[in-house]
C-alpha cells in the first residue's frame, strides 16, 4: 500500500522533504501558498533525482504521485504524515500546528522541521506534533532528530528507516536539540574570527573543508579525539587538551553583537567568496561531493556509509530462482560520479556494473557473504566487453546474466546490460570457485554446485549471444 505525506511549507527543507518521500516511493501532497512554490519543489526535485539514486547500487521504487494544493485541509487528508516546514516563528508554527491536528487523521505522525523549538514550545496550544529536525540536503543527509511524545516517535523512528534516513531520538527535549547546538557553537566562534577580523569567510571555511571537516563526516568528534590521544587513547588526549579548556582557545557563550555592518561584512565576503556561481549550481556541486563521500563511506560501513547500505538491503531485487528466462541481477540509476569527459558513463563503470551482476549472481546460487566469510569464493579469470551504446547519468540499467556453463570449479556467465530495449553493453566473464585458505581452484560445496547447474540447465536451450567468445576484432 503506497503511503502518502503532506509537506507544510514548500521551501528548502519541505522540498527536500518532498523529494525525499516521494523518491523512495510515497505520494506527496504539498500546501504553500506561495505563487512560487511548485517551480521551487520542480528545482529541488530535478536536483534530488540527479543526486538520490546514485547512493545505491539497486533502484528506489518507482516515485509516488506528486500534487499541489490550494487548502492545508486538502493537502493533509488521508496522510500518513504531516511535515511541518514553514518558517522559524513560534506564533506561525502555533497557528499551523493547530490546523494540521484540526485535519489530519488520527494515525498520522504530525513532525516539525524547527531548527530549534522544543515540542512542549510546539504543542503549547494543545496541538499534537514532535520534533522531526532534518537536514539540507534531506533527500541526500540522513539524520532526523526525533523529540516528544516516545510512542510517536517510535512511530516515526519506523517511518523515517524505510525512506533511508537515520532517525535520532532525543533522550530529553532540548532548546536547539543535539545537532543545532554543536552547530551554534562553531558559527559563533565563526563570527567572532570575521568581527575580530582574524580571517575572512573563505579562510574559515577553509579551516573547516581542508582539516577537521573530513574527518567529521566519518567519525565525528569523540572517535577523531580518541585516535588524537594516540596509543593511550581518550584518557591521554584529556590529560593533554584537558587544561585548554580554561585557556582563551574559546569564547565560549559570548556571542558577538549581529549589527548591520557584520551582516555586511558577511554578505560582502560570502559574494566575493562564491559569487560566481549560482545557489543551484553551488547545490549540484554540494551533493555530487556528497554523493562521492557516501559513496565511499558506503565501503566501510562508517557513519552514513552504513545508513545507506542497510537501506540498500531492504531495496527489492530479483528472487533467485532457476528459471529459462534470463535472471535480472542489477537495476540501478547511472550516478553523476560515472560520467566522463565525453558526458557519459565512463568505459570503467561497464566492469563495475557487470562486477556487481558476478556478485548478486553469486548471491543468488548460495554464494554470497556468508559463504565467502566461511572461506570459499569465485576469483574472475577473464572478461570481455563489448560496448553497444553511450548511456548518461541519470538512465536506469538494467543487466540480465545467462549462465552459459556451470560446472565444477568454472562458471561461466553473460551479462546484458541494457537500457530499456537497448543493449548498451555486453560483458563476457569466466570465473574459476576458490578455497580462500590455500587460495587455490576446488569445486564449490554442494549446494552452490547444484543451484549453479541448475542455472546452467535452465538456460542451456536459449540462443548463444553473437558477442560469445568474440575475441578484439579490428578489420584489417
Ligand atoms: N534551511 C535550513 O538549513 C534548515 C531549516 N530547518 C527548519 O525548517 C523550517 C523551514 O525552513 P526553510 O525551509 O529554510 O524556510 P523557507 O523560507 O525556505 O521555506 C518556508 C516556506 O514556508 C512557506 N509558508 C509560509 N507560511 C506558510 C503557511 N502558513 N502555510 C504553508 N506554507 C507557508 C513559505 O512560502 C516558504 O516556501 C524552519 O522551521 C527551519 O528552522 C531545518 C533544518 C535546516
Ligand atoms: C542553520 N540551521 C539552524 C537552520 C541549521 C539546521 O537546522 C540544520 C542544518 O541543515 O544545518
Not at 318 to 342: C, F, H, S
Amino acid at each position: 500500500m503506497t503511503h502518502k505525506a503532506a509537506i507544510i511549507g514548500g521551501g528548502v527543507i519541505g522540498g527536500g522533504w518532498a523529494a525525499r518521500f516521494l523518491l523512495n516511493g510515497w505520494d506527496v501532497a504539498v500546501f504553500d501558498p506561495h505563487p512560487e512554490a511548485r517551480r521551487k519543489i520542480d528545482e529541488v526535485l530535478a536536483g534530488a533525482r540527479r543526486a538520490l539514486p546514485a547512493l545505491y547500487d539497486r533502484a528506489l521504487p518507482p516515485e509516488g504521485a506528486l500534487s499541489f494544493h490550494d487548502t492545508l485541509a486538502d493537502a493533509v487528508a488521508g496522510a500518513d504524515w504531516v511535515q511541518e516546514s514553514v518558517p522559524e516563528r513560534l506564533d506561525l508554527k502555533h497557528r499551523v500546528l493547530a490546523e494540521i491536528d484540526a485535519a489530519a487523521p488520527d494515525h498520522a505522525v504530525i513532525g516539525s522541521s524547527t531548527s530549534g523549538f522544543k515540542p512542549s514550545d510546539l504543542a503549547a496550544q494543545g496541538a499534537r506534533v514532535i520534533v522531526a529536525h532534518p537536514f539540507n540536503p534531506v533527500y541526500l543527509l540522513p539524520l532526523v532528530e526525533l523529540a516528544g511524545e516516545a510512542e510517536s516517535c517510535a512511530r516515526a523512528d519506523t517511518l523515517l528507516r524505510g525512506i533511508g534516513m537515520r532517525p535520532l531520538t532525543l533522550r530529553r527535549e532540548i532548546d536547539a536539540h543535539i545537532a543545532d547546538r554543536l552547530l551554534e557553537a562553531v558559527w559563533r566562534e565563526c563570527l567572532w574570527l570575521l568581527t575580530d577580523g582574524i580571517a575572512t569567510t573563505e579562510e574559515i571555511d577553509d579551516a573547516i573543508r581542508m582539516g577537521f571537516g573530513l574527518r567529521w563526516a566519518q567519525m565525528g568528534i569523540f572517535e577523531t579525539y580518541r585516535i588524537a590521544g594516540g596509543e593511550a587513547g581518550m584518557r591521554h588526549f584529556m590529560e593533554q587538551f584537558g587544561p585548554a579548556l580554561e585557556w582563551p582557545w574559546t569564547k565560549l557563550m559570548d556571542v558577538p553583537e549581529f549589527t548591520p555592518e557584520l551582516v555586511d561584512l558577511i554578505a560582502g565576503q560570502s559574494d566575493a567568496q562564491s559569487g560566481h556561481m549560482s545557489i543551484r549550481e553551488l547545490e549540484r556541486l554540494r551533493d555530487d561531493n556528497l554523493v562521492g563521500i557516501l559513496r565511499a563511506l558506503r565501503k566501510t560501513g562508517a557513519g552514513a556509509g552504513g545508513v545507506i547500505a542497510e537501506h540498500e538491503r531492504s531495496l527489492g531485487q530479483a528472487e533467485g530462482i532457476p528459471q529459462a528466462a534470463l535472471v535480472e541481477t542489477v537495476r540501478r540509476a547511472v550516478p553523476q560520479t560515472w560520467a566522463d569527459y565525453n558526458g557519459h558513463m565512463n568505459e570503467a563503470h561497464y566492469l563495475e556494473i557487470g562486477a556487481q551482476a558476478t556478485d548478486r549472481f553469486m548471491e543468488m546460487i548460495g554464494a554470497g557473504p556468508d559463504y565467502i566469510a566461511a572461506g570459499k569464493s569465485y576469483f574472475t579469470v577473464e572478461n570481455h566487453l563489448c560496448y553497444h551504446d553511450e548511456v548518461k547519468v541519470g538512465e536506469t540499467l538494467v543487466v540480465t546474466t545467462q549462465v552459459v556453463a556451470g560446472a565444477g570449479k568454472k562458471m561461466h556467465l553473460f551479462h546484458r546490460i541494457c537500457r530499456g530495449e537497448v543493449v548498451a553493453a555486453t560483458m563476457e566473464t569466466l570465473l574459476l570457485h576458490v578455497d580462500l585458505t590455500t587460495r587455490r581452484a576446488c569445486p564449490p560445496e554442494a549446494g552452490v554446485e547444484r543451484t549453479l547447474t541448475q542455472y546452467a540447465e535452465a538456460h542451456a536451450g536459449l540462443d548463444a549471444p553473437v558477442e560469445l567468445a568474440r575475441h578484439v576484432g579490428a578489420k584489417r
